[in-house]
């Protein structure tokens, strides 16, 4: 299947570029997770090693400085470590369990970086620390705008996770038009971006603010990353588990279709989202000046920099 997938995807037709700071910053971003507690074994460590996420934020943001980049490598570390609490370990199984989880974690998003409470640094565990670290560092950027936008979309995302613990309770594949909307949330794509533009100066906040075809670029750049994401990990997702949520699944139940008809589908898909990208990046680039073409550059990077590391993540194989 993973061969089908990488013969059936359209490689993005962008130029491939990674950070010059990535070995400097990916083992500092596993000993950071390593002091705060976020592994907690060593199958844990070992997932995280095998992520790479400081490879993920290179290909992403190639041109961040070492602070820049490993900010954006330790949001990826600490996504990926949660994600596996919630896949791997069973968490994301239980809405039950889940909740309070999230609460905690949307107590610290409410204090966007401000110190915390006594009550909630005495249970705060290490994923609440991990976040509040996050948003200690990005409100120290001096752009409340960023920040807000962070927590936001932080918040979005963790409420995402109760919509597919909720599914998975109930044995629930949700309609296709549904998981497209909500896969924008899941992935972690949105605050990745901030954290992107944060290092360019927070060059797509008044891009996408004042240009509706850019803000509608953001969107399908958060879908191709997503979708790329689905494609490539959806063999191991089918050997671990029958969960629904990938877009393989959804388009293979909705459809009535077999797993090679359905996963060809969401290549196209892919495919046809990669066209109508290129389309509009034109448009984008024909109506803006300097800071509509930086928008473009951190975007593409991206998008051919989410396919290069899917290629090649062990986290997938």
């Known amino acids: 299947m993973r061969a089908l997938a990488l013969a059936s995807l359209t490689r993005p037709p962008f130029p491939v570029r990674i950070n010059e700071h990535v070995g400097q910053v990916g083992p500092e971003s596993i000993r950071w997770a390593a ?26 943001c190639p041109e961040a ?42 107590d610290v998003l409410d204090l966007r970086g401000g110190p915390a409470t006594p009550e909630l640094a005495a249970v705060a565990g290490p994923t609440a620390a991990g ?4 948003c200690q560092r990005v409100r120290a950027q001096g752009s409340p705008r960023i920040l807000l936008r962070f927590a936001g979309q932080m918040r979005d995302y963790l409420l995402a996770l109760l919509w597919e613990a909720a599914n998975r309770e109930r044995h629930r ?17 949105r605050p990745s971006f901030t954290l992107t533009d944060l290092a360019y100066g927070g060059l797509a906040e008044a891009t996408c603010r004042a ?15 997503c979708w790329c994401n689905d494609v490539f990990s959806y063999a191991k997702e089918r050997r671990q588990s029958r969960d629904g949520h990938n877009l393989i699944v959804v388009l293979a139940r909705e459809g ?18 990669l066209r109508a990208y290129l389309r509009l990046e034109s448009a984008v680039l024909a109506g803006g000046g300097t800071d509509a073409h930086r928008f473009v550059t951190a975007r ?12 090649a993540a062990a986290r997938y194989r």
Request: proline content about 3%; glycine content about 8%.
């Open 35 to 60: 002091e705060l507690g976020l592994v907690d074994s060593s199958a844990a460590a070992r997932r995280l090693d095998r992520s790479n996420a400081a490879d993920l934020a290179g290909r992403a």
């Open 65 to 106: 400085r070492p602070e820049q980049l490993r900010l954006l490598s330790d949001l990826f570390t600490w996504l990926f470590a949660f994600d596996d609490r919630c896949d791997e370990d069973g968490l994301g199984d239980d809405p039950a369990r889940l909740a309070p989880v999230v609460g905690q974690l949307l």
């Open 131 to 134: 976040l509040h670290d996050l």
């Open 173 to 189: 594949v949700p309609a296709v038009a549904e998981y497209l909307q909500m896969r924008r949330h899941t992935g972690g794509v």
């Open 211 to 225: 240009d509706l075809d850019a803000s509608s670029l953001d969107d399908l750049a958060t879908d191709l990353v």
């Open 256 to 273: 009535g279709r077999e797993e090679r008809a359905a996963l060809l589908d969401a290549a196209r898909r892919f495919n046809a989202g």
């Open 300 to 311: 593409r990077a991206w998008i051919r920099g989410s396919y290069d590391w899917s290629l």
